[in-house]
């Protein structure tokens, strides 16, 4: 059974930071892509950042400079570090994995709320 358990989330004022965590189960972590995706409130989901099996990282225009995404694969945990919030951050963010090689699939975690005040 597939789990993504996120963790990190909570409220925090414009400027603050957080670490989001995500933290697999059930796959063979080195082999999938790891995103994370976020969607406020009447929005739809929206692709945050990307890191490949090679460790190729993208990110959302948006967010470049403020965040980083990196995974530990011996951790079998991809993270994203959040900083200089801004209130329009304030959204649910979701963790997902796809695998690259073997078995497709496409997973998601349950979510974590971020919200930024201003």
């Known amino acids: 059974q597939v789990q993504l358990v996120e963790s990190g989330g909570g409220s925090v004022q414009a400027g603050g930071s957080l670490r989001l965590s995500c933290v697999a189960s059930?796959?063979?972590?080195?082999?999938?892509?790891m995103a994370w995706y976020r969607q406020a409130p009447g929005k739809q989901r929206e692709l945050v950042a990307t890191?490949?099996?090679?460790?190729?990282?993208n990110y959302v225009d948006s967010v470049k400079g403020r965040c980083t995404i990196s995974r530990d694969n011996a951790k079998k945990t991809v993270y994203l570090q959040m900083n200089s919030l801004k209130p329009e951050d304030t959204a649910v963010y979701f963790c997902n994995a796809q695998p690259r090689i073997g078995v497709k699939g496409n997973y998601w975690g349950q979510g974590t709320q971020v919200t930024v005040s201003s």
């Open positions: 890191i490949k099996i090679d460790g190729g990282t």
């Open positions: 059930g796959i063979i972590f080195v082999v999938n892509d």
